[in-house]
């Protein structure tokens, strides 16, 4: 890879293939975003066209200026001012790229001019003062929302049998998914994708993979565990009622994974399924993350909570609590599965009244709680 042979665009295409090798899709197409908006600036406002322009004539001032003029919402059609997570978003993707195309000798960039780039973002976005405590959920909530799901929904005697059980199934599934987001510290998605050859019985826990294909071990409480096995029980007794032949055998009471006389493993069958009306009964497909996000919105207003927690939200909680309760930070971010201890730090930031107890504590000769500091 030389300079003399790369444009700028494929500089930002072989940037974004090495990015895709470590990280999810997710990550790939953020940066992707952010760099077509970039070049789209640089087309319009300084009628530079990337596929044309070599890499080695790249400059810093391009980036500030293009943040800069993100942030004022400026350029020839006027644009509405970009959010600060936006802004976060497109520095992120500049900086990574300036710095990789300087590791791969695309560009000559002095550490002095990439430290100036870095202070000029800063200034751009605006002093933010990262906190996380307005992002844990209250204990109360999460305790209310599990109180609320637990709640049996009225049976409709209107309805036929195949709906009765479905509706009993949606109830311990929602039962189980909670738990488990209350003690695991999941992002949505892995739980979505889990399947029942994921699960390890003996140690009750899952192998999940997360971000940048990291695998890592989410743990289940006895309260999670115990709500999961009742919902996978009841499950294999729905399917085997309505199977017949070799699909009869689709769904095993045991978590095990097993294999019938055919060979077909039935540990690729998700953890959490579907059963809404667009499901039928002899069948397990995965739930969503999207259908996770609204069944936590229903027990919201159920509940009859002002609040706006998300399924994110409670692996803020979880953190918190592991973290305060332990003040092991690397235990912490291994079980969230951060790649770096910087993401897993800002868990670690506790509240005014916090602060004025452990103040009180050392000061005034209360008794210490070791486990809180």
């Avoid at 751009?124 to 405590?133: A, D, H, S, V």
């Avoid at 003996?202 to 009742?230: D, P, Q």
């Amino acid at each position: 890879m030389t300079q003399e042979v790369l444009n700028l665009s494929e500089a930002a295409e072989c940037f974004l293939k090495d990015v895709s090798r470590g990280h999810s899709p997710a990550t790939k197409n953020t940066y992707q975003v952010a760099l077509n908006g970039f070049f789209q600036y640089l087309e319009r406002q300084l009628q530079k066209v990337p596929a044309t322009l070599p890499i080695a004539t790249l400059e810093i001032e391009w980036a500030i200026n293009f943040l800069r003029n993100r942030a004022d919402g400026g350029g020839e059609e006027r644009q509405e001012k970009a959010a600060k997570a936006t802004l976060a978003t497109y520095a992120a993707a500049l900086s990574r790229f300036y710095k990789w195309c300087s590791i791969e000798r695309l560009l000559n960039l002095p550490a002095e001019d990439y430290e100036r780039m870095q202070i000029r973002f800063k200034e751009i976005r605006g002093k933010e003062q990262r906190t996380i405590l307005n992002k844990v959920p209250p204990d109360e909530v999460v305790e209310a929302l599990l109180q609320e799901v637990r709640k049996p929904k009225p049976t409709n005697e209107t309805r036929g049998k195949t709906d009765k059980v479905k509706q009993e199934l949606i109830w311990l599934r929602d039962i189980a998914l909670l738990e488990t987001l209350k003690c695991s510290g999941a992002r949505v998605s892995e739980l979505t994708n889990l399947t029942r050859g994921d699960l390890d019985l003996t140690n009750h826990r899952a192998r999940t993979i997360g971000k940048g294909n990291k695998e890592r071990w989410l743990y289940f409480s006895t309260a999670a565990w115990e709500a999961v096995e009742k919902y996978l029980t009841t499950r294999a007794k729905a399917l085997s009622s309505v199977a017949t032949g070799e699909a009869k055998a689709e769904e095993k009471p045991s978590h095990l994974v097993k294999r019938t006389n055919t060979g077909r493993n039935y540990g690729g069958q998700p953890l959490f399924a579907r059963h809404d009306r667009g499901a039928k009964l002899d069948s397990v497909k995965p739930l969503t993350p999207r259908a996770v996000q609204k069944m936590i919105v229903a027990l919201v207003e159920r509940a009859e909570l002002e609040s706006n927690i998300t399924p994110h939200k409670f692996r803020h909680w979880v953190a918190t609590r592991l973290l305060t309760a332990t003040g092991d930070l690397a235990a912490t971010q291994d079980l969230l599965g951060h790649a770096s201890p910087t993401t897993t730090r800002i868990y670690a930031q506790v509240s005014e009244q916090t602060k004025q107890k452990l103040h009180r504590q050392v000061f005034d000769g209360q008794p210490i709680e070791i486990s809180r500091l």
